[in-house]
């Protein structure tokens, strides 16, 4: 894999906004973005191997399986530059998150910051009805929603103990919530490279 030296996790429900500031991320302090569901539906489009495998989970909003979500990550990964990264949307699992955890400390990294946007649920599917993915149905939204509550939500803990995580309140205009991002940030002694 290539060699970042910044490593960030954005973490939260769907509709939280982070592929929204993970953009901005990746434009303001030059991280590459990697979203994992980019990466699937990509993949779909593409009708490559992972993609059909990953295709019908995508659809009903289920999570795509642990092996399937690393093998394509550490796939991408490998072909990657060294530069800093963004991560939206992974880890999503305990499984995921040890993972990752080793594959880091295996090439010597360690996470920088886990920036928890938090949305409550109505914000959240609200943003999601205007933003009309497939996947974005009331009935699939609303899973989604749930699986984070059940299986990611956890892993605010996991990383609490780790003193990573910074919590981020997601209710505000985009550029709001990017300021906090960055003071927030900032006081944790965080340094963006530009
Ligand atoms: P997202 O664009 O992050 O909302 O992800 C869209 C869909 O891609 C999810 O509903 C899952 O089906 C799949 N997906 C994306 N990231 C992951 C992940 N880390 N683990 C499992 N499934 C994922």
Redo the contacts with the bound molecule.
Sequence with gaps: MADPSTVLVLLGP?GAGKGTQGARLSESANMRHI????L?RSAVEANTQAGLR?ES??RS????PDEV?LHVLEEYLVKTEACDICF??????RR?AERFDELLERIGLCLSMVLYISVPDDVALNRLASRGRD?DSRDTARY?LGLYHSVTEPLIDYYEETEVLVRIDGVAEEHVVFDRITSLASEKGFRWTR
């Design positions: 769907p979203s994992t569901g980019d699937f990953a989970y995508l909003g289920q999570l795509v979500v939206d949307g992974f880890p999503r699992t995921q996947d989604r």
